[in-house]
């Protein structure tokens, strides 16, 4: 994997996708702020059917996860419900991915998300830490709010697989070697799964990113569905 980041030549344009993808500070507050003040999933419908169906996985991340500039059904969490129905189980996968947040403003919501659910869920797939990076905020509080939010779900008993970022070489090798070794470390600790590059397959084709060349297509949401299914499905079924 970390073969295939160094063959994408992973440049400023990440950072700039991870700018496009995350809103302005003062509407970041207005996200969190609607996040608080709704049920983790406002469609009652939507929430029968996780209370119903064998499994019911958490996809808890940022703009990545959230569908940032697609059509509510296109992005990651829907993408891999219809994979993985496809693939014969019954599964809801609940979206929790928020425009714009850090590590530290997910660390804030999770009790909130978990709470909110029918139930308690069978995985949560946690991705977060790509606007951390682009603000330059030190790894190391990075690294503490994704273990605290690792041992959240632990505590809880919730199977847990992380989706790893890496840092674009630009960011200086220091920063970039505390910050690359963040997911692995936590999986490591916690025995948990890892998927260790969330953009594995996408970056560094511009085809799978829409006419402003930031932001993944629906076929470039397929491609990361594609590549992480087979993980998820095997989590569910252990």
């Known amino acids: 994997m970390l073969k295939n980041f160094i063959v994408y030549g992973f440049t400023l344009a990440f950072l700039q996708l991870l700018i496009a993808c995350g809103p302005a500070p003062d509407e970041q507050q207005a996200v969190r702020e609607d996040v608080a003040a709704a049920p983790a999933d406002s469609d009652g419908d939507q929430a029968d059917a996780a209370d119903e169906t064998e499994f019911l996985v958490v996809a808890f991340g940022d703009s990545l996860y959230a569908g940032y500039g697609l059509d509510q059904k296109q992005g990651f969490a829907p993408e891999l419900q219809a994979a993985l129905t496809a693939s014969g189980q019954d599964v809801r996968v609940h979206n929790a991915g928020v425009s714009g947040d850090t590590t530290a403003a997910g660390l804030r919501r999770m009790d909130f998300v978990l709470d909110s659910l029918p139930r308690k869920p069978d995985l949560v797939i946690l991705g977060l830490g790509g606007n951390d990076m682009l603000r330059s905020l030190k790894p ?82 397929d491609v990361i569905v594609g590549k992480i299914t087979p993980q998820v499905a095997e989590l569910l079924e252990s």
């Open 140 to 221: 190391s509080e990075t690294r503490a709010n994704m273990d605290a939010m690792v041992k959240k779900l632990k505590e809880r008993d919730i199977p847990v697989l992380l989706t790893g970022m890496l840092a674009p070489p630009n960011l200086g090798k220091e920063f970039t070697d505390e910050f690359n070794v963040i997911y692995p470390a936590l999986a490591r600790k916690y025995n948990v799964a890892l998927y260790p590059f969330f953009m594995d397959g996408v970056l560094g084709n511009p085809e799978l990113f829409l006419p402003d060349g930031l932001h993944p297509t629906a076929e470039g949401i």
